[in-house]
T-cell receptor, first 114, second 115 residues
Framework: AQSVTQPDIHITVSEGASLELRCNYS??????LFWYVQSPGQGLQLLLK??????LVQGIKGFEAEFKRSQSSFNLRKPSVHWSDAAEYFC????????????FGGGTRVLVKP | GAVVSQHPSWVICKSGTSVKIECRSL??????MFWYRQFPKQSLMLMAT?????????EQGVEKDKFLINHASLTLSTLTVTSAHPEDSSFYIC???????????FGPGTRLTVL
């Protein structure tokens, strides 16, 4: 069965600084990988996804993620964080063999210091 | 586009009562809807998958008689927590999908507190 690990429960970053959120996955086949952001009162919003091709994926709101098969990782990055980026971030893996269901990691809460 | 709403956003009920949560796709028809449960500071755990007009498929360990799911139309699914108890207190999130791919659109969630 597939699984996702997000090692960092909380990350605090200063506004304007760079941000990297770690994600490691376990899946026996070709992984379909996603990053979502959850803000209070709003549904999870898809930031970006990786299915195949270029391992560096660009998403919305200035985010990017890099797929590294050798490390089973799909880390999310942003060069310069804005206060509005404070939220909970979830990495997920999609399993075609399981009806395209999503399995989520535990989430990383990002706090932005002024 | 692709907006999913949930109602209510917040509900408090007494132990032993039943609570119904609605999930609607506002501007598209959803062939599949998913129900997740999220405990505080934890991840989303898939509870069940429902397709319009058919019985829901529950994940292992989820009591189908306790969490009744109805997907009566392509725009509405409901989750009823029957005989709720304090341990059922949680954040319930639905999502809707068009077709069979990975694209899910998530609702804002419903916080259930059982006293």
């Amino acid at each position: 069965a597939q699984s996702v690990t997000q090692p960092d429960i909380h990350i605090t970053v200063s506004e304007g600084a760079s941000l990297e959120l770690r994600c490691n996955y376990s899946y026996g086949a070709t992984p379909y990988l996603f990053w979502y952001v959850q803000s209070p009162g709003q549904g999870l919003q898809l930031l970006l996804k990786y299915f195949s091709g270029d391992t560096l994926v660009q998403g919305i709101k200035g985010f990017e993620a890099e797929f590294k098969r050798s490390q089973s990782s799909f880390n999310l990055r942003k060069p310069s964080v804005h206060w509005s980026d404070a939220a909970e971030y979830f990495c997920a893996v999609g399993a075609q063999a399981a009806g395209n269901k999503l399995t989520f990691g535990g989430g990383t809460r990002v706090l932005v210091k002024p | 586009g692709a907006v999913v709403s949930q109602h209510p956003s917040w509900v408090i009920c007494k132990s032993g009562t039943s609570v119904k949560i609605e999930c609607r796709s506002l501007d598209f028809q959803a062939t599949t809807m998913f129900w997740y449960r999220q405990f505080p500071k934890q991840s989303l755990m898939l509870m069940a998958t429902s397709n319009e007009g058919s019985k829901a498929t529950y994940e292992q360990g989820v009591e189908k008689d306790k969490f009744l799911i109805n997907h009566a139309s392509l725009t509405l699914s409901t989750l009823t927590v029957t005989s709720a108890h304090p341990e059922d207190s949680s954040f319930y999130i639905c999502s809707a999908r068009v077709g069979g791919g990975f694209g899910q659109y998530f609702g804002p969630g419903t916080r259930l507190t059982v006293l």
